[in-house]
């Protein structure tokens, strides 16, 4: 999951979203349609570990590293997400996280793995 979400990291259209809900919807959807594919079971089986993952992501990032998280999670998912054009939501990611302070793309990777061994339970 970390790999993909770095990798999804890296033109802001109008309708992508900005709002902290909306993003958090689509955050917890494509963590729960990853798990599915790493761990299978059934969507349910993943929405608290997911519900966790979002909700320390979104305490532990700044507004705009959880946004390039978000619409990077829904590029990495495919057209599997709510948002139909996920090509435009992983390059929106990546200009985002490109935009960032070099210390806080840094530090991203270890914000992801916290909040892994948090929801993880270790």
Do not use: K, N
Not at 52 to 76: H, N, V
Not at 92 to 112: K, R, W
Request: hydrophobic share 40%; with cysteine; charged share 15%.
């Amino acid at each position: 999951m970390i790999v993909t979400l770095l990798a999804s990291l890296t033109v802001q259209s109008a309708d992508l979203p900005t709002d902290p809900a909306r993003l958090s919807v689509l955050m917890q959807q494509s963590c729960r349609i990853q798990q599915l594919d790493r761990q299978g079971g059934a969507e349910p089986d993943h929405f608290a570990f997911c519900r966790c993952l979002d909700g320390e992501l979104a305490q532990s990032l700044t507004p705009e590293a959880y946004r390039a998280a978000a619409l990077g999670g829904q590029g990495a998912i495919q057209g599997r997400g709510e948002i139909a054009d996920w090509e435009a939501a992983r390059l929106e990611s990546q200009q985002v996280f490109a935009s960032l302070p070099e210390a806080e793309q840094a530090g991203l990777g270890g914000h992801i793995q916290s909040a892994l061994g948090i929801c993880l339970g270790g």
